[in-house]
């Protein structure tokens, strides 16, 4: 009987730790799913994000209107000048001459207190200067690399860096007053196209 006795408790206490083991398993599963679950929601936010950005981005760029014409760049060609309207080669192109005109171009692009020097950001341009990197005689150091970087993100149309690309440039060169604090909306960007334009038909 005594024998009999220790039989079940024993099974018992099996029957007991097997259920603990169980619920044990059960509870790390749940926490596990519940941790995985968080984690999908969080990437698929994330994604969500980035996603808002490119399209953000997409349609501005969609909406881009040049104010510089093919005639223009015809006309630069045939005086023999670069896409700029200046006589500056791509083989003579210092880290001087990528810094005036990079930062030129950002112009239109941010908010800043100050601005001297424009030029209006154009494929054409940008294709010249990325080009220009490989052409140059001078040796650009550590900065050709920012270059290319800027350069190509503008060439796909992103300009989500703009602010930064124009506060490397401004730093670069110790700037004290001008440094850009936002990214232009459209149509402050359209703004300040229409307003350079007309003063430089002004001067002509």
Same mark, same amino acid.
């Given at each position: 009987?005594?024998?009999?006795?220790?039989?079940?408790?024993?099974?018992?206490?099996?029957?007991?730790?097997?259920?603990?083991?169980?619920?044990?398993?059960?509870?790390?599963?749940?926490?596990?799913?519940?941790?995985? !679950?968080?984690?999908?929601? @969080? /990437?698929?936010? #994330?994604?969500?994000? *980035?996603?808002?950005?490119?399209? =953000?981005? &997409?349609?501005?760029?969609?909406?881009?209107?040049?104010?510089? !014409?093919?005639?223009?760049? @015809? /006309?630069?060609? #045939?005086?023999?000048? *670069?896409?700029?309207?200046?006589? =500056?080669? &791509?083989?003579?192109?210092?880290?001087?001459?990528?810094?005036?005109?990079?930062?030129?171009?950002?112009?239109?692009?941010?908010?800043?207190?100050?601005?001297?020097?424009?030029?209006?950001?154009?494929?054409?341009?940008?294709?010249?200067?990325?080009?220009?990197?490989?052409?140059?005689?001078?040796?650009?150091?550590?900065?050709?690399?920012?270059?290319?970087?800027?350069?190509?993100?503008?060439?796909?149309?992103?300009?989500?860096?703009?602010?930064?690309?124009?506060?490397?440039?401004?730093?670069?060169?110790?700037?004290?007053?001008?440094?850009?604090?936002?990214?232009?909306?459209?149509?402050?960007?359209?703004?300040?196209?229409?307003?350079?334009?007309?003063?430089?038909?002004?001067?002509?």
């Amino acid at each position: 009987m005594k024998s009999n006795r220790m039989v079940l408790v024993f099974f018992i206490l099996i029957l007991t730790l097997w259920g603990c083991e169980e619920e044990k398993a059960n509870k790390e599963v749940k926490t596990h799913g519940a941790y995985t !679950e968080n984690n999908v929601a @969080q /990437k698929m936010d #994330k994604e969500d994000k *980035n996603n808002e950005k490119t399209a =953000k981005n &997409q349609d501005d760029n969609n909406s881009v209107q040049y104010f510089i !014409e093919e005639e223009d760049f @015809q /006309k630069f060609a #045939k005086k023999g000048l *670069n896409p700029f309207g200046q006589e =500056k080669k &791509q083989i003579n192109l210092s880290s001087t001459d990528f810094e005036y005109y990079i930062h030129g171009m950002t112009h239109q692009k941010v908010k800043a207190k100050e601005k001297w020097d424009f030029f209006e950001m154009h494929p054409k341009r940008i294709k010249w200067l990325l080009e220009g990197l490989e052409k140059t005689k001078y040796k650009l150091g550590p900065d050709k690399q920012k270059y290319r970087e800027i350069l190509k993100r503008w060439k796909q149309k992103d300009f989500s860096t703009i602010v930064e690309d124009h506060n490397f440039i401004w730093d670069e060169n110790e700037g004290t007053v001008g440094k850009a604090t936002d990214r232009l909306s459209q149509e402050d960007e359209r703004e300040y196209l229409e307003s350079e334009y007309e003063m430089m038909h002004h001067f002509k």
